[in-house]
């Protein structure tokens, strides 16, 4: 959480929703860059916390190969991508 929040403030991204559970992590951010991007820079400030933690060996592997991406260009799509990060999460997931 800490490590996203700080890769986008240190970028000037704008974080519209975030929740990380105890396998993947789920978040909405706006960006100048594309959302491939945004989950790379975020994925790796996260993998340098987690190693730097000690959460994590140096040498596991934290991620999946890729990851979900998508522009949204509609409000309601925002809303629901908002409500689905914040709300949406089968408790059967954590």
């Known amino acids: 959480d800490a490590s996203i929040r700080g890769t986008c403030a240190s970028r000037g991204w704008q974080l519209l929703a975030l929740n990380v559970r105890t396998n993947h992590v789920?978040?909405?951010?706006?960006?100048?860059?594309?959302?491939?991007?945004?989950m790379e820079?975020?994925?790796?400030?996260?993998?340098?916390?987690?190693?730097?933690?000690?959460?994590?060996?140096?040498?596991?592997?934290?991620w999946a190969r890729h990851g979900?991406?998508?522009?949204?260009?509609?409000?309601?799509e925002l809303d629901a991508a908002c409500e689905y990060v914040l709300n949406g999460q089968d408790e059967k997931q954590l």
Request: no cysteine; glycine share 0%.
């Open 26 to 38: 789920h978040l909405v951010v706006s960006a100048p860059v594309s959302p491939e991007r945004a």
């Open 68 to 76: 979900s991406t998508k522009w949204i260009w509609l409000q309601r």
């Open 41 to 62: 820079a975020a994925k790796a400030w996260a993998t340098r916390r987690l190693r730097e933690a000690t959460l994590v060996t140096p040498d596991a592997r934290v």
